[in-house]
């Protein structure tokens, strides 16, 4: 999810832990809490200071050790070796167990992204994306609003937060109906499709599909479960050309590849260098792909310039490298 929204779910966890006796029984033990649900809720995505690096550096890293099963077991102990001495009254145990609550959930609702999380490390590397919930999603964010409005206007935050919870949950059971009908719809279309992959928007009847099968990539929309193909690429494997092979060998490359599990590729040979690009085939927006790689390499194959990130216009991508061909 995104900043905000892990804000304010670690507002509401802090007041649902008055619901235990314990908590609601010490000021000190309660603002502990508080502020330890909310330092929870946001330190698995410290690794967001990598963007400041360089992109390569943030996409292979972004949701990678930070959300493990190791991370998500010491975090909440860093949290409180900072936050317990402030607090010495409060009960040490319920403080751990709701500031690891909030780390926990931080890591499980990244999983249910179009992004995800590579929350089995060290077991496997693998990235754990249901893709049933948008980055942001504006409806679970208004509803947390709400619950927090309640809260400071006099309600119960205990049984306020409760039953939010419980309407979020019958909201993400509702989302993976809905993702199922399209993916239903999906097959019907191609129904010899080896991998479809479908990806939440911001708006609740819209979602992005990408999908392949033996032949060819499918790029498309779904909009009140009416799915429509907008592009289709034929799938050519990547050959192992010494362009190829020392393009792959660039960072910025190697991260997309790291993270992109659907993609075309294009070479362009101009007078003097040559321009591998990769293409992320999930993120269609008004008929441009905005997640690339791109490298550029001399006559001799070595690299010259490279990006990979979010670009949406060429002019913007031309600026990013160092060659503008002619």
Wanted: charged share 15%; aromatic share 14%.
């Amino acid at each position: 999810m995104d900043t905000g929204t892990h804000v304010v779910m670690g507002i509401a966890l802090g007041g649902l832990a008055t619901l235990d006796p314990v908590v609601a029984g010490s000021h000190a033990t309660a603002t502990s809490v508080l502020i330890g649900t909310i330092a929870g809720s946001q330190i698995p995505d410290i690794d967001t200071v990598l963007k400041l690096r360089n992109n390569a550096i943030y996409i292979r890293n972004h949701r990678g050790v930070t959300h493990s099963i190791p991370a998500v077991i010491l975090w909440p102990l860093l949290i409180i070796a900072v936050v317990y001495p402030f607090f010495t009254g409060a009960n040490l145990l319920h403080l751990w167990a709701w500031t690891f609550a909030a780390v926990f959930i931080h890591v499980f609702v990244d999983i249910f992204n179009a992004y995800g999380t590579q929350a089995l490390r060290p077991f496997s590397s693998k990235w754990v994306a249901l893709g049933v919930i948008n980055t942001f999603d504006p409806i679970i964010f208004a509803i947390h609003i709400i619950g927090i409005f309640l809260w400071i206007f006099g309600a119960k935050p205990g049984v306020t937060f409760l039953i939010m919870y419980a309407v979020i949950i019958a909201y993400y059971l509702r989302r993976y109906m809905a993702k199922n009908k399209v993916l239903c719809e999906v097959k019907k279309i191609i129904p010899d499709a080896t991998e479809v992959i479908i990806a939440p928007t911001m708006r609740f009847h819209q979602w992005r599909i990408a999908a392949m099968n033996k032949e060819h990539f499918f790029v498309g929309r779904a909009v009140n479960n009416e799915v429509q193909i907008l592009d289709q690429f034929i799938r050519i494997p990547v050959p192992n050309t010494p362009v190829i092979e020392a393009a792959k060998k660039d960072t910025n490359l190697s991260a997309f590849l790291s993270f992109s599990p659907v993609y075309r590729w294009e070479v362009d040979e101009y007078n003097d260098f040559y321009e591998v690009r990769f293409i992320d085939l999930r993120y269609r927006s008004n008929g441009h792909y905005p997640f690339v790689a791109v490298v550029q390499l001399d006559c001799d194959l070595k690299p010259i310039s490279s990006y990979t990130g979010w670009v949406f216009s060429e002019k913007k991508l031309r600026k990013k490298l160092s060659i503008i061909p002619s």
